[in-house]
């Protein structure tokens, strides 16, 4: 074919939350330690499927999501490889190896590693050593299983390409370890510099946006959102919930700041958290540097790969506001090889001696429990280990990164033009250790004063939920917070009636733990569900509420459903769509398994038969949003 | 072909005046409007109409068997959203009590009519006894399926899909293994043990207490006063055993009153 051959050890992640591109970046590394000439680490959507046949070795790591689903990053690689005109032969000079992340509480336990890894062998992939599985239920999460899934790939590579991994074995005398290069590298400028450049305000909003972006593609990749679409100003700020309950859900209300709100019910808004000032400011002590100095942050050019997505005339910014949008330091934890950098800066011989032993095979279990059980903070971390000064570029390299977070929106913009709302409950836990542990956006939400405070950086894009037509039947499943892009969906059909469209009846099936304490949003629900309302009995639909607690038996949506199954059947033989949201993962599935119940007995069906005629040939679809 | 509607029967032929009057009885028929397809089961392979061009169809059958899934899916296919199918035939054999006419509603609803009823039409093939004969009528659905949604698929619209291809099913990828429930994962042998090992110098009871594993109590008494010979527990949580009375709380200096930080639960206190 004339295709060079790229002599290379070549590691392909499908990432959803970083986990997946931590552990290649661990493959990444350890295959130079091995003496490896040339390897490199890419998330899928940055490789070309097509010149797959080229490469000499390619690793895949990649994470199965909650349903069972590829990574998003990961949709259009997999549907390439899924061509049916893909030959038997075509990956034969190819040599593979495929490690999964998954969840072994999931019936579709790493179907995403699975699938690839059969996938790879049928098209032609010679595989260098049996998939590994990685599993979140394990003692020490998933590495319980990479650990040993490693030595076994470096043997195997060492042993079919020992140019392409001359030692098999790492040096394990801590000792005699090297530390690695790191991956960024920061510019301190100095006062005089600055003058020219001025500060950037948030006074103006393209420059504020502007800012934001650049700060956050300075150290991020290229899955993360950067320049935001929005900034939106909260309005309303609303406890929905008793507040001598045990939970805090509140009924928020933004605008946009440029008036330019575009959104479908069923859409998702995602949000960046602003963090706590002190914190902010703590760790930049720590860290023994100026929060009002200026730097400029790339990535280290090593070689051939240039990043040419880097901009090089980035103007500097504040090293502060640097921190507070890119760099997680109050609210996620850090991954083993944060413990290991520190390991070389530890000036505490006992500092030094327990960070190796936490990077080390030994020291897994005990890391997990320390770090991860704990949700352990880079500033905690940092407080633990005082006699640590790691320099700026590495704190930048191993940091989490700040993450946006989603939210389903809860409005209808043909209700409320020019505004968009979200329902919000407010997270908190208590740790193995009895440390009371906070979600950071949620409670910064929960917290912000309306019309005060800086704009809040946003974007909007779709999600699971298809925005319905009019004239489509609904039935809508939505159990607590997953009421949320329901109450979308009922103020848009509501609006629409009023207009004058016809209309399909909805029926609603909703849950929480009592009446009196946790009925969100209940006088709008029971509004609709009166005569001529779109929520209305008499037109075929319904609203019906499941109170888990209010009796000694728990009764759940799911069991509310099967004393409605008379009007259930009768929307889902009429082809009505079946909508399922909610903060449960395993609630789909209950709620998927009731219809299959239904139908089986109002049909006469065998629940196989069943199920088949639910998901593929009715008329109507299931669309499921689930968040953790 | 450009016909509107379509009348097939199983029978070698069909009376043209009862063909077109079953018709009318839902559209108005042009010259042009109507195909008749006689011995249509006889058919190999689809019906011979681009998908969605169809308002009605007459399925006019002389058998007592009904025609199988494939049949009603590609009806289903050629059907314009909000299409009318009208199926006349003899009742087959009731069982299990059924109504006579249930096997025939449940593979209309199965390949996904709507508003499936019975209804009285003149019957068009005019056969000698019409004891057992019934006709049902029903729709398909009047606003645009899309491709199906199983549960297993997201939908992401900001995924641009340039043309369709033509893909294999991934769910063939999973074996029967695969599929199986998964068990959670065992301790397995080559694991190292998770139990933290006391301090050489222990005094906080650890060493003692290997066997029975307890976590000690916390006291206000060591709160005030806080002891520890073994010098870890005011190191954090990093240093200390695993039944340290001080776990969770942040780093303390000896002698000095340790302060519990909001973010400490002091139920045990």
């Given at each position: 074919?004339?295709?060079?051959?790229?002599?290379?050890?070549?590691?392909?992640?499908?990432?959803?939350?970083?986990?997946?591109?931590?552990?290649?970046?661990?493959?990444?590394?350890?295959?130079?330690?091995?003496?490896?000439?040339?390897?490199?680490?890419?998330?899928?959507d940055e490789f070309d499927a097509r010149l797959l046949p080229s490469e000499d070795v390619v690793i895949f790591v990649v994470s199965t999501t909650g349903q069972g689903d590829m990574p998003d990053s990961m949709k259009e690689f997999w549907k390439f490889l899924l061509q049916k005109n893909i030959s038997d032969q075509w990956l034969e000079h190819v040599h593979y190896a495929v490690f999964g992340l998954g969840d072994s509480a999931y019936q579709k336990y790493n179907f995403a590693a699975k699938k690839l890894d059969r996938r790879l062998l049928n098209i032609g992939g010679k595989p260098l050593v049996q998939k590994g599985l990685g599993d979140d239920q394990h003692r020490s999460g998933y590495e319980g299983a990479f650990d040993l899934w490693l030595s076994s790939l470096w043997n195997a590579l060492h042993e079919k390409d020992p140019m392409l991994l001359p030692r098999s074995i790492d040096n394990l005398?801590?000792?005699?370890?090297?530390?690695?290069?790191?991956?960024?590298?920061?510019?301190?400028?100095?006062?005089?510099?600055?003058?020219?450049?001025?500060?950037?305000?948030?006074?103006?909003?393209?420059?504020?946006?502007?800012?934001?972006?650049?700060?956050?593609?300075?150290?991020?990749?290229?899955?993360?959102?950067?320049?935001?679409?929005?900034?939106?100003?909260?309005?309303?700020?609303?406890?929905?919930?008793?507040?001598?309950?045990?939970?805090?859900?509140?009924?928020?209300?933004f605008e946009s700041s440029s008036s330019d709100l575009r959104y479908q019910v069923g859409d998702v808004l995602e949000v960046l958290p602003a963090q706590d000032p002190d914190a902010v400011e703590a760790f930049i002590r720590r860290a023994n540097l100026d929060p009002d100095c200026y730097?400029?942050?790339?990535?280290?050019?090593?070689?051939?790969?240039?990043?040419?997505?880097?901009?090089?005339?980035?103007?500097?910014?504040?090293?502060?506001?640097?921190?507070?949008?890119?760099?997680?330091?109050?609210?996620?934890?850090?991954?083993?090889?944060?413990?290991?950098?520190?390991?070389?800066?530890?000036?505490?011989?006992?500092?030094?001696?327990?960070?190796?032993?936490?990077?080390?095979?030994?020291?897994?279990?005990?890391?997990?429990?320390?770090?991860?059980?704990?949700?352990?903070?880079?500033?905690?971390?940092?407080?633990?280990?005082?006699?640590?000064?790691?320099?700026?570029?590495?704190?930048?390299?191993?940091?989490?990164?700040?993450?946006?977070?989603?939210?389903?929106?809860?409005?209808?913009?043909?209700?409320?033009?020019?505004?968009?709302?979200?329902?919000?409950?407010?997270?908190?836990?208590?740790t193995p250790f009895k440390r009371k542990r906070s979600g950071l956006c949620s409670n910064w939400l929960a917290g912000v004063v309306p019309r005060k405070g800086v704009p809040i950086p946003a974007w909007i894009h779709g999600g699971c939920l298809a925005a319905p037509p009019p004239s489509e039947p609904l039935i809508l499943v939505g159990p607590g917070t997953g009421c949320a892009p329901f109450r979308g969906f009922v103020e848009e059909r509501a609006a629409q009636k009023a207009e004058g469209a016809a209309v399909a009846p909805i029926l609603f099936f909703f849950g929480c733990r009592n009446q009196e304490k946790d009925f969100l949003y209940r006088d709008f629900w029971v509004s609709h569900a009166q005569d001529g309302g779109v929520l209305a009995a008499g037109s075929g639909g319904g609203f019906f509420a499941a109170f888990s607690r209010d009796q000694v038996h728990k009764v759940y949506v799911q069991h509310k459903m099967k004393e409605e199954r008379k009007r259930v059947w009768r929307l889902l033989s009429g082809g009505a769509a079946v909508y399922i949201a909610g903060s449960s993962a395993k609630m789909p599935a209950d709620v998927v398994t009731a219809l299959e119940e239904i139908v089986a007995e109002e049909a006469g069906l065998d629940s196989e038969a069943a199920g088949r005629w639910l998901r593929r040939q009715r008329a109507g679809g299931i669309f499921i949003e689930a968040w953790s | 072909m450009k016909q509107s509607a379509l009348l097939l029967t199983d029978s070698d032929f069909v009376p043209v005046g009862a063909a077109l009057s079953a018709i009318r009885g839902f559209q108005d028929l042009g010259e042009d409007d109507l195909l008749v397809i006689t011995r249509a089961l006889q058919l190999t392979g689809q019906l011979p109409f681009e998908p969605a061009s169809l308002s009605v169809i007459v399925f006019a059958s002389k058998s007592l068997e009904l025609p199988g899934e494939q049949w009603f899916e590609d009806v289903i296919r050629v059907l314009k959203p909000g299409g009318t199918i009208v199926i006349q035939t003899f009742l087959p054999v009731a069982d299990h009590g059924d109504k006579p006419s249930s096997a025939l509603e449940r593979k209309l609803l199965f390949a996904g009519f709507l508003e499936v009823h019975l209804i009285d039409m003149k019957s068009v093939l005019q056969p000698e006894d019409t004891t057992l004969l019934l006709t049902m009528k029903a729709k398909k659905a009047s606003w645009v399926v899309g491709s199906s949604f199983s549960l297993k698929k997201r939908v992401l619209p900001k995924i641009q899909i340039e043309d369709e291809l033509d893909l294999i099913d991934e769910?063939?990828?999973?074996?029967?293994?695969?599929?199986?429930?998964?068990?959670?994962?065992?301790?397995?042998?080559?694991?190292?043990?998770?139990?933290?090992?006391?301090?050489?110098?222990?005094?906080?009871?650890?060493?003692?207490?290997?066997?029975?594993?307890?976590?000690?109590?916390?006291?206000?008494?060591?709160?005030?006063?806080?002891?520890?010979?073994?010098g870890s527990c005011g190191l954090g949580d990093a240093f200390r055993c695993g039944t340290c009375p001080y776990r969770g709380l942040p780093p303390f200096q000896l002698g000095e009153k340790v302060s519990l930080s909001g973010s400490f639960l002091a139920a045990d206190i």
């Open positions: 074919m004339g295709l060079e051959r790229s002599r290379r050890l070549l590691v392909l992640y499908g990432s959803q939350t970083g986990t997946a591109q931590d552990a290649a970046d661990r493959v990444g590394r350890e295959a130079v330690r091995r003496g490896c000439p040339s390897v490199d680490v890419l998330s899928v005398d801590a000792s005699t370890q090297c530390l690695d290069s790191p991956k960024f590298e920061v510019i301190f400028h100095s006062i005089n510099e600055m003058v020219a450049t001025g500060t950037s305000t948030l006074s103006d909003l393209n420059c504020a946006k502007n800012l934001i972006g650049k700060v956050r593609s300075m150290s991020l990749g290229k899955s993360h959102y950067k320049r935001p679409q929005y900034l939106l100003q909260l309005i309303t700020n609303q406890q929905l919930i008793k507040s001598d309950a045990d939970a805090d859900v509140r009924h928020l209300e730097i400029t942050v790339r990535p280290k050019v090593i070689g051939k790969h240039h990043d040419s997505s880097a901009d090089m005339s980035t103007p500097p910014v504040k090293l502060r506001t640097f921190v507070e949008l890119a760099m997680d330091v109050a609210s996620a934890s850090p991954r083993r090889y944060f413990f290991e950098v520190m390991s070389f800066f530890a000036s505490a011989e006992h500092e030094k001696e327990k960070l190796q032993y936490f990077a080390s095979p030994e020291g897994r279990d005990d890391l997990f429990q320390y770090n991860q059980k704990e949700r352990r903070t880079v500033l905690e971390v940092l407080e633990d280990f005082p006699s640590v000064q790691l320099p700026f570029e590495w704190l930048v390299q191993l940091a989490p990164p700040l993450r946006t977070r989603a939210f389903s929106i809860s409005s209808s913009p043909l209700a409320h033009p020019d505004q968009v709302h979200l329902t919000v409950k407010a997270l908190t836990w208590t | 769910d063939s990828l999973l074996t029967e293994e695969d599929l199986k429930k998964p068990e959670l994962p065992p301790v397995g042998d080559c694991e190292v043990g998770s139990t933290r090992k006391a301090c050489k110098n222990c005094t906080c009871g650890r060493a003692e207490e290997e066997q029975k594993v307890q976590k000690l109590a916390l006291t206000s008494e060591l709160l005030d006063n806080p002891k520890s010979a073994c």
